[in-house]
Nanobody, 115 residues
Framework: QVQFVESGGGLVQAGGSLRLSCAAS????????MGWYRRATGKQRELVAR???????NYAEFVKGRFTISRDGAKNTVSLQMNNLKPEDTAVYYC?????????WGQGTQVTVSS
């Protein structure tokens, strides 16, 4: 059974940084395109960034230049470095394959950015 466990969230002031980590069971993170998603209160879940098996990356416009996604195949982890955080980045962040598999959603990690 595939399982993703997200960690690294927290409370940070605007302009601060956080690094999120996603641990994947098995080697799934090395054979699929992986993505970080987020869901803010009252909004739909949205794709923030994705990384291909070869390391190619794509970002949503609202995080370009601020967030960096990376993956470590040996450790089966996918990370999201978030810099210059804004209050509108407040959300629960999740990792999943792209496109997402319903049964793979984990608990996510809460990111709260204060102004």
């Amino acid at each position: 059974q595939v399982q993703f466990v997200e960690s690294g969230g927290g409370l940070v002031q605007a302009g601060g940084s956080l690094r999120l980590s996603c641990a994947a069971s098995g080697s799934i993170s090395s054979i699929y395109v992986m993505g970080w998603y987020r869901r803010a209160t009252g909004k739909q879940r949205e794709l923030v960034a994705r990384i291909g098996t070869g390391g190619s990356t794509n970002y949503a416009e609202f995080v370009k230049g601020r967030f960096t996604i990376s993956r470590d195949g040996a450790k089966n982890t996918v990370s999201l470095q978030m810099n210059n955080l804004k209050p509108e980045d407040t959300a629960v962040y999740y990792c999943n394959i792209v496109p997402p598999a319903t049964s793979y959603w984990g608990q996510g990690t809460q990111v709260t950015v204060s102004s």
